[in-house]
């Protein structure tokens, strides 16, 4: 019997393996198998049986490490529709589906077997060969990790010769189980029931006697035991002054029991739920909801796109589905962009469903990620809140993905492997699972507005917020004309409105989308401007820490005194981030009580949260940021949102730009006038008539998108053409120039026989020409279909020419990439 496995390496293919026959009743599709891989032992996942015949020899199975399947025949074929249409190596790709550690390419050890340490002790004192000097090395009783191990004896024979010595018996090849996730464990400790208060008292004192003076440790643990009953095993510990050793040798004795017990850690204990109210759903929302409810019933796989303007009552209508969901017995998947910024949506679906909540972010613990991941498996919580990865989630019987906000970039992961869309993903699924799913936005995705307008999904509308409130007014304001505070980016008019707002006791939201205190330093004297040694790209001056950053790599330089190049001394810092605009409302407004929320704000845990609580308890009144503040806030007092510069995002070198400046003026206009508050808006930008910028002002995405999808068909973007993305990058600029024109002529020659439309643009030198010391060019692919092209693709990367140049020059692709510069 032989098998398929795939392995956590990047390599493209999966690997067959022997079952040993007192493995072949327990080995299944899904469990995850121990399998020797060159020199080392890595974990597998176990796809399918092979059949095919092959001529090398292969190596056994070691180990099967699951009672129970790790993904279910559905997870399987998810991966592996995921790992080819990504094309993504499949054992990165079922790795990314698992908790981590529960697939990791764990580090082995090498240590000497007892007949390893006889033969080294008779070596002769000089070393013959590899093998003696790895024995010696080893000798007596060294257990070295084989990365180590490789890097001391870096000879091409390494690997065989290590393969070598463990099949003579003389090394053990140890796979580390460090890595491997396990549950936590509770122990307590307890006499047994023969030495327990008030039988056997007399034995327990005899006892006792003969251990003070030969063992006053064990006698101490014997007699607390003894006096209390059960104890945690570390409280023992402690009062007994004592360590685990003394312990153990009592379980040796059969003198105490431990008994073990799981603990689940819960990321949802830090979560408030949200204050349940009553409500009535408007006719709007009821029709929504009934489309739904029809499907659910049904249990047909059927996409709907929910276009509600932002306060419509969206959340309502998944809440309401998921509750049919848990009638039916099955199963719901909420996906959201950002936990950290959404504690309020977790917060409604914990006040509705208690302990049936399960969460999923990038900040649990390893801990809480595998004990969230084993009881979704066990059906325990059966509604999981999450971001993008929460799509692996295994719960079982899936009746119900909802992706909200599903325009969003975050669903989208751009490294490493698979580079996957979990919106896509959550399509596959729900397809396999027969699962309904409800992709909800105030602003959807081109891409998902034109499967709703072709009939591939059905289109849900909420043109009006709840209880009739109405849309915040948008005020344009343009910067070139308008008389602005001297020196600042503050427009007389939103100065105004904002100390209006602070003085009748409101609050106020102002978003820049750039942190730090200012993008470029620049010498005044010869103007040289500060760049990153590693990444093509200007540094930003960050005057909190006093240092130059680079925002790509991280790089940082004290902020300098003199000029590099020509010694001058006058330094100024052009342009605004965040940090500057802090400092200039703190001078203008005194009064204000300002909280800033960006990436350099947040990096502690739990710092998102502390932020939204100072601003939601009111404590603070303005609340300043990044495109963060746009995303699905819910505070009722906020009465004005200020957008400082909307051309950020508008002069951006990408395609979407535009559809992006909509989304977010859109979503970020939509955190005000959410209570009872009428809500305004003031967008300063140099681009006033933009159809982006006038369309954000009454919301309205139907105009927006068919102006702007005029363009996208005459330039086939998406959504009419699918997009794929090759990048090269390498330290050698002209080897991966030369890289990137072999890979584009083989393309070409592959292509010339197929009939579907494609254009190909590059390659070309990317818009980051250099990021973390590697240069980058690439080549864009725009495809009508993108199956067949996925196939042509893979059938290139398996070939002769392009293996080899893959030794040399990185190539990564990037299917229906978010970013293509
Ligand atoms: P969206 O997700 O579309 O932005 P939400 O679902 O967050 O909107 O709803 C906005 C607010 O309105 C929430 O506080 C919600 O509790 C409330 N709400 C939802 N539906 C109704 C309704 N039919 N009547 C009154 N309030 C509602
Ligand atoms: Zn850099």
């Known amino acids: 019997m032989r098998v398929r496995v795939a392995v956590p390496v990047p390599a493209r293919q999966l690997f067959t393996y022997l079952v040993p026959a007192q493995l072949r009743e327990e080995i299944e599709p ?66 990314a589906m698992l908790p981590s550690g529960l697939l990791a390419a764990s580090e082995n050890k090498v240590a000497l077997t007892a007949q390893g340490i006889l033969v080294t002790k008779d070596l002769e ?40 010595l463990e099949s003579k018996g003389l090394v053990n090849l140890l ?28 034995t327990f004192k005899a006892l006792v006697e003969v251990f003070e003076e030969r063992a006053p440790a064990q006698a101490r643990c014997l007699k607390l035991l003894h006096q209390r009953g059960r104890l945690k095993l570390g409280e023992l510990l402690k009062l007994a002054a004592t360590d685990r050793e003394t312990i153990n040798r009592l379980v040796r004795q059969r003198l105490v029991e431990i008994e073990s017990t799981e603990v689940i850690r819960d990321p949802l204990e830090s979560y408030e739920a949200y204050p349940l109210k009553a409500i009535e759903l408007n006719s709007e929302q009821k029709s929504a909801l009934a489309e739904v409810k029809s499907s659910l019933r049904q249990g047909q796989s059927r996409t709907f796109l929910l276009f509600g303007v932002t306060g419509s009552g969206k959340t309502q209508i998944y809440i309401d589905a998921v509750k049919l969901c848990l009638k039916l017995r099955k199963s719901s998947l909420i996906l959201i962009p950002e936990i950290s910024l959404t504690p309020q949506t977790v ?92 992709l909800g936005s105030a602003t959807p995705s081109f891409e998902s507005y034109q499967n709703a307008l072709a009939g591939k999904y059905a289109l849900l509308r909420l043109s009006f917020r709840v209880e009739a409130r109405p849309l915040p007014k948008v005020k344009i304001v343009d910067m070139v004309t308008s008389p602005r505070e001297p020196g600042t980016l503050l427009g007389r008019e939103l100065f105004a409105k904002i100390k209006k707002a602070l003085s009748s006791s409101r609050q106020v939201i102002l978003l820049h989308n750039r942190r730090g205190f200012s993008p470029t330093a620049k010498c005044q004297d010869c103007g040289f401007v500060w760049r990153c040694p590693n990444c093509d790209i200007s540094l930003t001056y960050h005057r909190q820490d006093l240092k130059l950053l680079c925002h790509y790599c991280d790089f940082r330089l004290p902020a300098p005194q003199v000029c590099d190049n020509c010694g001058g001394t006058k330094i100024f810092y052009r342009g605004y981030g965040t940090q500057r605009i802090e400092g200039e ?79 977010l003026l859109t979503q970020v206009s939509g955190r005000c006038g959410r209570g009872h508050l009428p809500g305004e808006v003031v967008v300063q930008t140099y681009h006033p008539d933009n159809a982006a910028v006038v369309a954000s002002v009454s919301q309205d995405f ?69 990021l973390r010391g590697e240069y980058r060019h690439q080549i864009l692919i725009k495809v009508k279909r993108i199956l067949p092209m996925i196939e042509v693709l893979d059938q290139l990367l398996e070939s002769e020419s392009i293996r080899k140049l893959r030794r040399r020059v990185k190539v990564s692709i990037d299917v229906d990439p978010q970013e293509v510069f």
């Open 30 to 95: 899904g469990k995850r198998v121990e399998v020797p891989f060159g020199p080392r032992i890595l974990t597998g996942l176990v796809l399918e049986p092979s059949s095919e015949k092959v001529e090398r020899r292969l190596k056994y199975v070691r180990r099967c490490l699951d009672y129970e399947p790790v993904l279910s025949p559905s997870l399987l074929k998810l991966g592996q529709w995921i790992s080819r249409y990504y094309l993504s190596p499949p054992g990165e790709t079922f790795k």
């Open 125 to 164: 004192e000089k070393e013959k060969d590899l093998g003696e000097g790895i024995l010696r090395f080893l000798y007596p009783s060294r257990q070295v990790r084989v990365s180590s191990l490789k890097k001391r004896f870096d000879f091409p024979a390494f690997n065989s010769v290590l393969a070598e």
């Open 175 to 202: 796979p580390s189980v460090s890595t491997l996730m396990g549950a936590k464990l509770h122990r307590t400790v307890c006499l047994p029931g023969f030495l327990q208060l008030g039988r056997g008292d007399l």
């Open 347 to 438: 917060g409604r679906f914990k006040a509705e469903f208690g302990e049936r909540v399960g969460v999923w972010h990038s900040r649990l613990s390893s801990g809480e990620r595998y004990d969230t991941w084993r009881r979704a498996r066990d059906g325990e919580p059966d509604v999981v809140v999450g971001v993008r990865s929460a799509i692996f989630s295994p719960l079982p019987n899936l009746g119900l993905v909802v992706i909200d906000e599903e325009h969003d970039s975050s669903y989208k992961q751009e490294s490493p492997n698979p580079k996957y869309n979990a919106r896509e993903v959550a399509l596959m699924r729900a397809k396999l699972e027969k699962a309904v799913t409800i």
């Open 585 to 663: 409302i703190k001078r203008f407004f005194p009064e204000s009580k300002l909280v800033r929320m960006d990436f350099d704000a947040t990096r502690r845990k739990g710092a998102h949260q502390s932020i939204l609580e100072e601003f939601r308890s009111g404590r603070a009144n303005l609340l300043l940021g990044t495109q963060m503040v746009s995303k699905g806030l819910d505070f009722p007092e906020v009465v004005l949102v200020g957008v400082l510069s909307a051309d950020l995002s508008l002069d951006f070198p990408d395609f979407r730009a535009g559809e992006r400046t909509f989304q």
């Open 702 to 770: 139907e105009s927006f998108f068919s102006q702007e999808v005029a363009t996208r068909r005459k330039l086939f973007y998406p959504p009419f053409s699918h997009l794929i993305l090759v990048r090269f990058s390498g330290k050698q600029e002209n080897e991966l120039k030369e890289g990137a024109e072999v890979f584009h002529r083989r393309l070409n020659q592959e292509l010339s026989e197929s009939a579907e439309r494609v254009r190909i643009l590059g390659p070309v030198s990317s818009l980051i020409p250099r």
